[in-house]
């Protein structure tokens, strides 16, 4: 697989495992006002939340055929910024100055780990 390609997909993955975090965060929300055990466990933003893991779970494991995990894994990273920017614009969650400095740090560690 391409190197572009490979990374752009790994990148995909991280977006998915970041947009599946912040669907569980709003699932566990939605737990507090339900109020039948099927309406608290089985709401629609777990289910999408679980159905994208599986996807990109699927998605990693083709990835590292053709990928080293000591390129691919350090990307995971990113999803320690990616979360606080979806989890600031999608549920309006708080978001510090820390946030962009640690940010930047987790890139720049990223950019240095998956050189090759």
């Given at each position: 697989?391409?190197?572009?390609?490979?990374?752009?997909?790994?990148?995909?993955?991280?977006?998915?495992?970041?947009?599946?975090?912040?669907?569980?965060?709003?699932a566990a929300?939605?737990?507090?006002?339900?109020?039948?055990?099927?309406?608290?466990?089985?709401?629609?933003?777990?289910?999408?939340?679980?159905?994208?893991?599986?996807?990109?779970?699927?998605?990693?494991?083709?990835?590292?055929?053709?990928?080293?995990?000591?390129?691919?894994?350090?990307?995971?990273?990113?999803?320690?910024?990616?979360?606080?920017?979806?989890?600031?614009?999608?549920?309006?969650?708080?978001?510090?100055?820390?946030?962009?400095?640690?940010?930047?740090?987790?890139?720049?560690?990223?950019?240095?780990?998956?050189?090759?």
């Amino acid at each position: 697989m391409n190197k572009i390609v490979s990374l752009l997909l790994t990148l995909l993955c991280v977006v998915m495992i970041s947009s599946g975090q912040v669907l569980f965060k709003s699932a566990a929300l939605k737990t507090v006002s339900a109020a039948g055990w099927m309406e608290r466990w089985l709401n629609m933003h777990l289910l999408i939340a679980l159905a994208i893991y599986g996807i990109a779970t699927i998605m990693w494991i083709w990835i590292l055929r053709y990928t080293s995990l000591s390129v691919a894994y350090p990307m995971f990273a990113l999803a320690f910024l990616f979360v606080p920017l979806m989890a600031y614009f999608f549920l309006h969650e708080p978001l510090s100055v820390r946030t962009f400095i640690g940010g930047a740090f987790i890139v720049v560690g990223v950019l240095v780990a998956t050189q090759t």
